[in-house]
C-alpha cells in the first residue's frame, strides 16, 4: 500500500515503514556489511535488495523479513560483485553490476541465467521495456540493448552515447 516504504544506504542499513514514513524501523541483516544500492520489485510484494560485497537479499512478505536471495547469488558463481542495478518486465528481468554482471531471468527471478560479459565492463543500471527489450548502461559510455531473437533467446549488442555519435558524424 502507499503507507509502506523501504529505503537502502551504507553499512547495510535498510529502513522501512508502514506509516507513510512518519516513523521508521531497522531491518537488521547478519552479515550484510557494504553498501545497499538498489531495491526493485520481482512480483506483488516481493522485492529484491542489492549491494556491494554480493549483496543480495530478498523479502516475500513486503519487507517484513529477508534473507539471502541465493538463486541470484548462484548465478555469479560464488565471485564477490557489486550488483548495481535491477529491472523487471513481465516478459523478461535483468540484474547488473561491476565485474561484466549481467544476469538475465524470464520466470520473474525464479532462476537466473548470466550473460557472460567481458569482467572489464562495469555496468551501472539498467532499464526495461514492457517488451522485455533492456538497456544496460556504465562507465566509459557503456552501453549495451537486449534484442529477442527468433528463437526466443537473448542477444546484447554495444550501443553508442550521444557524445560518440556526434564525434563520428
Do not use: C
Request: hydrophobic residues 35%; charged residues 25%; glycine residues 14%.
Amino acid at each position: 500500500n502507499d503507507r509502506q516504504g523501504i529505503i537502502v544506504g551504507e553499512d547495510g542499513l535498510i529502513l522501512r515503514t508502514t506509516n507513510g514514513g512518519d516513523s521508521w524501523q531497522p531491518a537488521h541483516q547478519e552479515n550484510i556489511t557494504g553498501k545497499l544500492v538498489e531495491i526493485a520489485p520481482l512480483k506483488p510484494g516481493t522485492f529484491v535488495i542489492l549491494g556491494e560485497e554480493s549483496a543480495a537479499l530478498i523479502t516475500e512478505d513486503g519487507g517484513e523479513t529477508f534473507k539471502p536471495y541465493n538463486e541470484l547469488l548462484r548465478a555469479v558463481g560464488g565471485r564477490k560483485v557489486a550488483f548495481k542495478g535491477l529491472a523487471m518486465s513481465d516478459r523478461a528481468g535483468y540484474v547488473v553490476g561491476e565485474q561484466g554482471v549481467l544476469l538475465v531471468t524470464r520466470d520473474r527471478g525464479v532462476t537466473w541465467k548470466p550473460m557472460y560479459m567481458q569482467t572489464s565492463m562495469f555496468f551501472e543500471d539498467v532499464a526495461v521495456a514492457p517488451d522485455g527489450t533492456a538497456v544496460a548502461v556504465g562507465y566509459d559510455g557503456l552501453i549495451r540493448y537486449s534484442e529477442f531473437l527468433p528463437d526466443g533467446s537473448i542477444q546484447w549488442r554495444p550501443g553508442k552515447a550521444q557524445s560518440e555519435v556526434n564525434r563520428s558524424e
